[in-house]
C-alpha cells in the first residue's frame, strides 16, 4: 500500500522560508513533485522532480525561490521555499507518477498525500 506523509508546513512571515517534506512508502516512483491549492482555488502544480535529479519543473510563480530535491535512500522529496509571499499561502500536496518524465498535469500523478497547510502573512 503506498502512503505519503508530508510535514513541514505552518506560519511563516512573508520573506521568509519553510521545508517540506513528503516520505513516500510501499515503492519507490520515478517522479515526485508538489501541488497546491489556495481557498476558493484550483490545485495547481508547483514542481516536480525526476529520479536521478537531472529534471526538474517549477511553475514560474515559483521559479528562483523554490527548490525541489529527493532524497531516494530515504524515498522522501523535499521542497525548500525561500522569499515566500502572502500568494504562496496554501495547503501543498505532495503526489508521485510511475512515469519517469516529470509532469506539471494533476491527472498524471498516481498517488497523493493528504497536504500540508502553509500561511505566509504580510
Known amino acids: 500500500q503506498v502512503r505519503l506523509v508530508e510535514s513541514g508546513g505552518g506560519l511563516v512571515q512573508a520573506g521568509g522560508s519553510l521545508r517540506l517534506s513528503c516520505a513516500a512508502s510501499?515503492?519507490?516512483?520515478?517522479?515526485m513533485g508538489w501541488f497546491r491549492q489556495a481557498p476558493g482555488k484550483e490545485r495547481e502544480f508547483v514542481a516536480a522532480?525526476?529520479?536521478?535529479?537531472?529534471?526538474?519543473l517549477y511553475a514560474d510563480t515559483v521559479k528562483g525561490r523554490f527548490t525541489i530535491s529527493r532524497d531516494n535512500v530515504k524515498n522522501t522529496v523535499y521542497l525548500q521555499m525561500n522569499s515566500l509571499k502572502p500568494e504562496d499561502t496554501a495547503v501543498y500536496y505532495c503526489?508521485?507518477?510511475?512515469?519517469?518524465?516529470?509532469?506539471?498535469?494533476?491527472?498524471?500523478?498516481?498517488?497523493w498525500g493528504q497536504g500540508t497547510p502553509v500561511t505566509v502573512s504580510s
Open positions: 503526489a508521485v507518477d510511475r512515469s519517469p518524465v516529470p509532469s506539471t498535469r494533476a491527472t498524471s500523478y498516481d498517488y
Open positions: 510501499g515503492r519507490t516512483f520515478s517522479t
Open positions: 522532480i525526476n529520479w536521478s535529479g537531472g529534471s526538474t
